[in-house]
Every structure is written in C-alpha cells, then in structure tokens.
C-alpha cells in the first residue's frame, strides 16, 4: 500500500527503500515455499501414502518457510551499487551493471518462485492423475482416498451424483497447488524477458493480486458446501430446491471431517489406507 504513494516513496532514504523491496520480495519468496510445503504435503499424503511422517513435518511449514524466505532475499539490504525510486513507473530501480544485477536478482529472488512454480505444476499434475485413476477404478480393485469408497452404490458403482461428488474433491485438491503457478508463471516471465510487452508487463502485476480470490474460489468448491451453493442459487432463482441424493445419504456421516465440513488441507484423515 505505501508504494502506491510516490511522494512517500520518493522522500524516502536508500535504507529505508531497501527495507521495502527485501518486505515485497521475502514476501514473495516466502509465500512460494508454503505454497511448495503444501506440494510436500500432497506427495506425502496422496502420492507416498506416508502420514506419519506428513504430521511430524507438518508444524515446522510456516516457521521454515518465513525464515528461508526472508533469509535468501535479504541480500536486498545490502547488494547492488544502489537502490532508487522511479515515481513515473512506480518500481524500484537497481543501480549497477545489468547483468550482475540481473544474476543477483535471479540468484536471491526469481530463481526461488521459478523452482517453485515447476515443483507445484507436477505435483498437481500427478496429483490429478493419482486421484482420478483411484475414483474412476471400480469397487473391487481399488480403495479410494479418505474413505470415499462409502459413497459406492450396493453394486459397486458410482452414481451420477457420487461421480461428481468425488470429482469435487479431486479438482479442488488438484487447483490448491495450481494457484501459485497461475498467479507467478507471468511475474517469472516478464522477469525473464529484457524488454516485456507491455500487456505482459500489466498481467504480472494483476496475477498475484488475485491470489486471494482465486484461493477463495477454490475453497467454496468443497464439497461440504455444495448443499448451500445450491440452496443460495436456487434461493436467486425462485425454484425450490431438492437436494441430490448424495447429500441426504447417511454414508456421508461417515466421512472424514476433511469432506464433511471446512478444513485445512493439510488435517487429512488419520487412516492407514489413504489410496490403494
């Protein structure tokens, strides 16, 4: 917010504006590595079916990520010949030659997001790719993730409701580690670039402020919600509303607090037999 403020900005002394950029960049850096920890939770959990060893390194996330992030960029306070303001273009500008300048950005900063984005990108993929062959895979060869196969039908398939149901979660599972390679894919690129367009200049500045919206949007996909979803649209509409038959089915009493309701994605139910 106080570099929206040029005047601000361009009173302040080199120490200070030094001070902001390590703020924006560790803040960066940082929301990466919890964004990779959540990766590392998923190739725990989904992937190497390895739950203990997700709980034991599950608290030490946010610590390590806060302290690696702002740790690597804080070369910030003290790299580069100088560090100034550029009102016209509200950016910091690094004085000294362009490619040391560049290296050492790439080194403290954008190499970072970089790895991270690529890490995220195939976790998600393979993520994808695990959770979709377990529910499309039929009753007696294999188990589904957090105890779904109770949606399962007495003949050992899924209904139209439960189908969507499960892809509920497998896509809203999927997009958590998407969001970040969504939202910096064009930051990483525009840093890439000697001479970016200047609607590519424009989007790496729009991206990462959706980051918010996109996660709250990924969010109200659980499937917890899908009962209110549907009441508050058909409520718009002036239709009745007649809940499916997933939703009115005891079965679901029997799942895991992580579809029954909210939650963390990192609280996945404690059961030996997460996938087959």
């Known amino acids: 917010m106080f570099i929206f403020n040029n005047t601000y900005m361009s009173n302040l002394t080199e120490i200070h504006l030094r001070a902001f950029l390590w703020l924006m960049a560790g803040s960066t ?3 990466i590595f919890l964004s990779v920890c959540m990766g590392i939770q998923l190739v725990l959990m989904v992937l190497a079916n390895q739950r203990l060893m997700a709980e034991r390194v ?3 996330y946010e610590v390590v990520s806060f302290l690696t992030g702002f740790l690597i960029t804080h070369p910030y306070m003290y790299l580069f010949k100088s ?10 500008y690094l004085e000294d030659e362009i490619s040391v ?40 060869f294999q ?7 109770k949606l399962r039908s007495r003949d050992g398939r899924y209904t139209d409701a439960e189908r969507r149901h499960i892809r509920s979660v497998t896509t809203r599972v999927t997009l958590y580690p998407m969001i970040p390679v969504i939202t910096q894919t064009m ?5 890439l670039l000697p001479r970016p367009p200047f609607w590519l200049f424009v989007m790496a500045n729009i991206m990462p402020t959706l980051q918010g919206t996109f996660n709250f949007l990924v969010y109200i996909m659980n499937p917890a919600l899908d009962v209110f979803r549907k009441a508050l649209v058909d409520l718009f509409l002036c239709r009745s509303y007649v809940p499916d038959k997933i939703e009115l089915s005891d079965s679901m009493q029997h799942l895991p607090s992580t579809l029954r309701g909210p939650g963390s994605l990192y609280s996945l ?3 030996d037999h997460v996938l087959a």
């Open 83 to 92: 560090v100034r303001w550029v009102p016209t273009a509200q950016m910091f």
């Open 58 to 60: 599950q608290p030490w």
């Open 101 to 140: 300048s560049k290296r050492n950005v790439w080194l403290i900063h954008w190499t970072w997001v970089f790895v991270g984005i690529v890490f995220l990108f195939c976790v998600a993929i393979a993520v994808y790719l695990q959770m979709a062959r377990v529910w499309r895979a039929k009753a007696e």
């Open 187 to 191: 930051v990483v690129t525009c840093n």
């Open 143 to 149: 188990r589904p993730p957090e105890h779904l196969d």
């Open 29 to 31: 850096v940082t929301f």
């Open 269 to 271: 139910p404690k059961d």
